[in-house]
C-alpha cells in the first residue's frame, strides 16, 4: 500500500469519508421497499408516498447520506435500549418472534405492510394489557412537542401508524403506549393512546387509493401548491415533481 501524506483534509474528514463510504455502499445494497409501509402512508403528500412505493429514484443527491444513516441507527440503538430498560423494570415486552423477525401485518397482496416496536403483554398495574409499544428516538424540540401536545398533533403520522397498527393487529382494546426519549438528555416520555377507527379506516383507503393509482399508472396530485413549500424543500423528489 503507498502511504500519501500530502492530504489537504483534515483528519476527520479522511475518516468519515471512509465510513460514509461504507454505510452508503450497504445501505444501496439492501432490497428497497416494494409495498406502502405504514410509516409513510400517514404523510401529507400522497404523491411523494406513491413514488416511494414505485421505487422512484430520488433526485440526484437526495440519497440518505453517513449522517442522516447514522441517524437512523441511533433511533434503533434507543428503541433497543429502552426497551431492555422496560424489560428490566418488569414489564413483558415482545418485539421479536422467536426467529428474530419482527412482528407485523401485510394485506393487499403484500403491498400494504409494516412491522410494530412490540407489545406490552403484561407488567405493573398501570396500564391495560396487552398494548402495542410503539417509540421514538427524537432532539429537544420535537420532544418538548411531544410533552406538550397529544400525540395526534404532535405528529399526525405516527398517529396514523398506530392507528393501523391497532386496527391490523388487534391490538384496539387497549391504548397503545407510545415512547418518546429525548437524544439530546435521554429524557423519557409516555402517553397512552386510545383506538381511533376513524383515523385507521380513512388511512386504509388511503393506502388502497395510492396502491390502485400507482399500479394504474396514474401520478395522484400534489399536496402542495408551490415547491418553496417546507415539506417540497424536504422531499427526495422535490425536481422531479415540479420540473
Ligand atoms: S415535491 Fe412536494 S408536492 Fe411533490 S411529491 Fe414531494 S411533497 Fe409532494
Not at 502511504?3 to 450497504?26: P, R
Not at 413514488?51 to 434503533?76: C, N
Not at 405516527?158 to 403506549?177: E, G, K, R, T
Request: one cysteine or more.
Amino acid at each position: 500500500m503507498t502511504l500519501d501524506f500530502n492530504h489537504t483534509k483534515d483528519i476527520t474528514e479522511l475518516f468519515c469519508e471512509h465510513i460514509d463510504a461504507a454505510m452508503v455502499k450497504e445501505n444501496q445494497s439492501q432490497k428497497p421497499r416494494n409495498y406502502v409501509g405504514v410509516s409513510m402512508v400517514g404523510k401529507t403528500c400522497e404523491r411523494q408516498v406513491q413514488y416511494e412505493y414505485s421505487q422512484t429514484p430520488k433526485d440526484p443527491g437526495k440519497d440518505f447520506d453517513g449522517q442522516t444513516l447514522r441517524r437512523f441507527g441511533a433511533g434503533h440503538y434507543f428503541e433497543d435500549d429502552t426497551a431492555a430498560l422496560l424489560k428490566a423494570a418488569g414489564f413483558e415486552l415482545k418485539t421479536h418472534k422467536p426467529d428474530g423477525s419482527q412482528f407485523g401485518f401485510e394485506t393487499l397482496d403484500g403491498k400494504f405492510a409494516g412491522h410494530i416496536d412490540g407489545v406490552l403483554v403484561d407488567g405493573p398495574p398501570i396500564m391495560k394489557y396487552p398494548a402495542l409499544w410503539e417509540h421514538k428516538a427524537v432532539g429537544n424540540k420535537s420532544f418538548n412537542k411531544h410533552k406538550k401536545e397529544q400525540l395526534a398533533i404532535a405528529n399526525p403520522v405516527y398517529a396514523s401508524q398506530i392507528a393501523l397498527y391497532q386496527a391490523y393487529l388487534d391490538l384496539a382494546d387497549n391504548p397503545a403506549v407510545f415512547t418518546v426519549r429525548n437524544n439530546d438528555t435521554q429524557l423519557l416520555h409516555f402517553e397512552l393512546v386510545p383506538f381511533n377507527a376513524a383515523l385507521a379506516q380513512q388511512m386504509s383507503d388511503r393506502a388502497v387509493k395510492i396502491i390502485k393509482a400507482t399500479d394504474a399508472g396514474e401520478q395522484l396530485p400534489r399536496a402542495m401548491q408551490s415547491s418553496s413549500h417546507f415539506e417540497c424543500k424536504w422531499c427526495s423528489y422535490t425536481d422531479r415533481c415540479w420540473k
